[in-house]
């Protein structure tokens, strides 16, 4: 018969793996504020229209801007992108930080081309410091109205609500992604 024994292991060293897989199975993650304040926004640095007529121009990449309090000017922000394929898809996405714990906020992207409007994407809401990050888009291109599909060039406003806490509000960095799809 043949037996296949374990080598035998000192006390010490048991004692030892024990320790370290607890300290590493029990030691708590960085806090979520660490996070935020090592995290780095990514984009190229733009100042967006406070209206549709002034809307800033936008290509396709990754952008920042600073998107204001809710209620004022600055808490509406406007892009245009200009297709460079005949018939694209042109998709935006923004993405703001939660802001103050208690507050609870909305973010929303509509598309425009000209005065039609292409449709509000989906929309994006937190509170209470649950989602650090909120976060919206939309797109205008095939499936929609003639103008959307056809328009020379595609404008989107993003919109900043809060609902509660809005006494803790403070301007906040949104960031952009700018997509065009050929058909």
Known sequence: MHRHALPLR?????AAAALTATVVLTTPPPAAADDAATYEP???????????????????????DTIGLTG???GQRWYTVKRTVDGSTVRFAAAVPSGAPTAKH????????????????????AGGGHQPIVVASAAAGAGDSDECVDGD?????????????????TDETLEIRVVEEPT
């Open 10 to 14: 000192t006390p010490v060293l048991v």
């Open 42 to 64: 990514a984009g190229k640095s733009v100042d967006g229209g406070a209206s549709a007529g002034d809307a800033t121009g936008l290509e396709a990449g990754d952008w920042k």
């Open 72 to 74: 004022t000017a600055e």
């Open 106 to 125: 909305k973010v929303t992207v509509e598309a425009f081309a000209g005065n039609t409007s292409c449709g509000k994407g989906d929309s994006s809401s």
């Open 153 to 169: 060039a595609i404008t989107f406003s993003v919109t900043r609500e809060v609902s509660e806490g809005s006494e803790e509000q």
